[in-house]
Structures are given as C-alpha cells and as structure tokens.
C-alpha cells in the first residue's frame, strides 16, 4: 500500500484525472440508481409502506389489487375470529379544490378508519380522529398545488366532497399521490358512480397469521412483495433502469482496469528493473491491486457525497430516492469490479522478463 501510494502521489497529474473520470462515471450511475428507485416508489410506495404483511385477494385476479374482488364475507369471518384483518380498495379518479377548475390526478385507498393499514401523519389528524363526514388524507405532493388542511375537495365524477383533515408523506401508487378515505365514503362514492354497486372489496390486508380455511372462498393469500411485483409498469420499469445501472458499474469499473493496464505497459522497465532487483511478482501484483483499491475508492466516496449533496438540493417534485445501504452495495461492488479488472495488468507483470524490460540480452 505505501508503494502504491508513494507511485500516485508521484504520478498525480495522470491520476486525478482518471479519478475526475471515475467520479463522473460513479456520480451518474449513483443518480441511476436512485432515479430507479425514485421511480419505483412512485408506483409502490403506498403499498410497500403499508403495514401488512399479506392480502387476500380473488385467485382469479393473477395478484393485481384493482382487479381483484373479495367478499365481505370473507372478510366479515375473518374478523369475527380474531385475525387482524383491513378491508383495502383501490380507485383511480380526478379531484377538484374547491374554487378551482384543475383536475388532479388521485388514487383512493379506501380503508376502515383507525385500522393498522392507516398511514401516519405529519401534519393533521386520522381519519377515525375527524368529525368531518367525508374526510381525506392527501399526500404531501397535493400541497404543492395549494391545497392546506381544512380545505374542501370535490370527486369530480360525482361532486362528492371531502374535507382535508391531515397530510401524509410518499405515498404514491402508479405515478399518482394518494388519497386515503374511509370505507364508508367509498362505497357512497361508488354508490353515486353506479347506484346498482354492491359492497365488496378489493383485497384484505393481513398483519399476521390468519387461522381461516380459505379454501374454496375464490381467493388466495399473497405476500405483500408479490403484489408490489404485479403492480402494472413496476416490474418492467424497476428492471430496465436497475439493468442500466448495473451495466454502468461494470463499464466504470472495466474503464480503470484498462487505464491501469496502460500505466502497466508504460512502466514495464520500472517493473522489470524492481524484478531484477528482488521484487517478487506477488509484491508488484500488490502494489497494482491496491493503486486500484486507493483510486476506486477515492471514486466510490466523492461520488457518494456528491449524490447526496443533489439529492437534499433536489424539489420535491423529482421522482428521486436513494438509500444508503443500496448506495454502499453499488459502490461496493464498484470497487470490487474494479479490483476484478485489475487481474489483467496483474498477469502482464507476471510475464515480465526483467532483462527484456530494460533492453538487456542484445548481441
């Protein structure tokens, strides 16, 4: 490691620049990443923050929720023996502020007031807290369209109106900032949509074990990641963006093992002089791994800082969001891809011949 250094100070000139090269490289995959992740949120956060390990849902529903159609009965059942069950239904529509024309984009969870399924607030109180009749949780992006607490919104297929009673933080489903109402606003909801609608639910959330056959019921449990997996565009987002991210670690970590293979080339006397001099082959090997270990990670580091740097610069309305253990397994495994593609200037040093090297064996 000293050598290795002592060589990097020494030829630091070449280095920074291959470093400012393998910052770009690793700043952009680490902007990827959390763009991917950012993404998938947007789609799942709702669900994956839920607090439900499982959910029955209708076998014939191939774990889609908004397809799915569960009895009250099972429900009811469920419940009456002890199972800590909550009713979960899923509606995509249009609200209007009151005083406004803009439609917005929102997504219902319909659940049961005070049930462990109900997310917690930043600001305002729960919906089983409200004395309002038809009250809302909004997540936090509907703020940046001006609407506040104690606000009046209205359905906009059916004018039903909802008041504002507390906000909620990254709870997103399909690309679309939820609203949470109780079970009872749903069905009046629908009820208004179609007058002919009969009470059933989209699916049942489950904390816990559940000791009822469901047999024969039409339905099925399913852990709470399959349905996140089924949400229509999260699969085939998540894995194409996650794919490109992986792709680039490769690439940035192959850049350096091929720059590191040219400095080799160039120092092929200063290797073969060491060799002629008693340096054994493993010796010079560890010099090469660990110029790579102190680059690489020098990389790793000021791209990690600078990501997180953005990251608390970005607005709000920027699908993006990184964590720092998944920050630390792609830079890790940078890191270790880079060490990996270090292993071909480590066989070119091994096939040095000391007197070729420094123009020795001449007649």
Not at 49 to 58: Q, R
Not at 125 to 146: E, R
Not at 185 to 214: F, Q
């Amino acid at each position: 490691m000293k050598y290795a250094w002592k060589e990097i100070i020494y030829g630091k000139k070449k280095y920074i620049l291959i470093e400012l090269l393998l910052v770009l490289l690793m700043f952009m995959v680490l902007f990827l990443s959390g763009l991917a992740e950012g993404l998938g949120r947007a789609v799942t956060s709702a669900v994956d923050t839920m607090d439900a390990e499982y959910f029955i849902v209708d076998d014939s529903a191939e774990k889609l929720i908004t397809v799915s159609k569960v009895g009250t009965d099972v429900y009811d059942k469920l419940k009456s023996g002890g199972a800590d069950v909550a009713p979960l239904d899923i509606q995509r529509m249009y609200i209007v502020k009151n005083g406004d024309d803009e439609k917005l984009n929102i997504t219902y969870f319909a659940i049961e007031p005070g049930s462990f399924i109900e997310p917690e607030m930043f600001e305002g109180s729960g919906l089983a807290a409200s004395s309002s009749d038809d009250p809302i949780l909004l997540d936090d992006d509907f703020k940046l369209n001006g609407i506040s607490l104690g606000d009046k919104v209205y359905d906009s297929s059916t004018d039903m109106e909802f008041t504002v009673v507390g906000f909620v933080k990254d709870k997103m489903y399909g690309h679309t900032s939820v609203g949470y109402i109780g079970t009872d606003s749903y069905t009046k909801l629908r009820t208004e949509l179609n007058p002919m609608y009969e009470k059933e639910y989209h699916a049942v959330a489950v904390n816990g074990e559940i000791k009822y056959d469901l047999a024969d019921k039409g339905v099925e449990l399913v852990q709470k990641q399959e349905i996140i997996d089924n949400i229509p565009s999260y699969s085939a987002e998540h894995m194409t963006i996650t794919m490109i991210v992986w792709v680039l670690v490769i690439v940035s970590a192959v850049i350096i093992g091929i720059f590191n293979y040219i400095l080799t080339l160039q120092k092929r006397k200063q290797f073969g002089v060491l060799k002629a001099i008693g340096m054994s082959g493993g010796e010079l090997s560890g010099i090469i791994i660990s110029e790579v270990c102190i680059v690489s990670v020098f990389a790793a580091a000021l791209s990690l800082a600078l990501t997180f740097a953005m990251a608390a610069s970005l607005p709000e309305t920027m699908p993006f969001y990184i964590e720092v253990p998944n920050a630390l397994v792609v830079t890790a495994a940078f890191v270790v891809i880079s060490v990996f593609s270090s292993l071909l200037s480590v066989v070119n040093i091994s096939r040095i011949d000391p007197i070729t090297a420094i123009g020795g064996g001449e007649e």
